[in-house]
């Protein structure tokens, strides 16, 4: 696909983690999301490729930082710290065609596969 995800794993509390998603694709704004067993979709963080402006979600401010590398490709990263058995989830890397840092899943238009996270307490 697009969108290809790294980088999950198994940690224990206070651990942390940096995933990875690598694409081609020339997008406008890309972001993280995570569902945990029996929940929903949500939204983590988005950047806005072009110039690096930032929107978290509450639960993912102090604790995960967002980021990207643009070169012939586009790398983005999601550092993450202080891991609680909460944050275990697979994580998704979204691509949006849009300028909008979106913080809803069906504004993007690419998904990866996913990566699992699980924090052991």
């Known amino acids: 696909g697009p969108l290809v995800e790294s980088g999950g794993g198994l940690v224990q509390t206070g651990d942390s983690l940096r995933l990875l998603c690598l694409t081609s694709?020339?997008?406008?704004?890309m972001g993280w999301f995570r569902q945990a067993p029996g929940k929903a979709r949500e939204f983590v963080a988005t950047i806005r490729l072009r110039d690096g402006t930032t929107h978290y979600a509450d639960t993912a401010k102090g604790r995960f930082t967002i980021s990207r590398d643009v070169t012939w490709r586009t790398l983005l990263y999601l550092q993450m710290r202080n891991l609680k058995p909460e944050d275990t989830a697979v994580y998704y890397c979204a691509a949006s065609n849009s300028l909008i840092l979106y913080d809803t899943s069906n504004m993007y238009d690419y998904w990866g596969q996913g990566t699992q996270v699980t924090v052991s307490s």
């Open positions: 694709e020339r997008t406008g704004s």
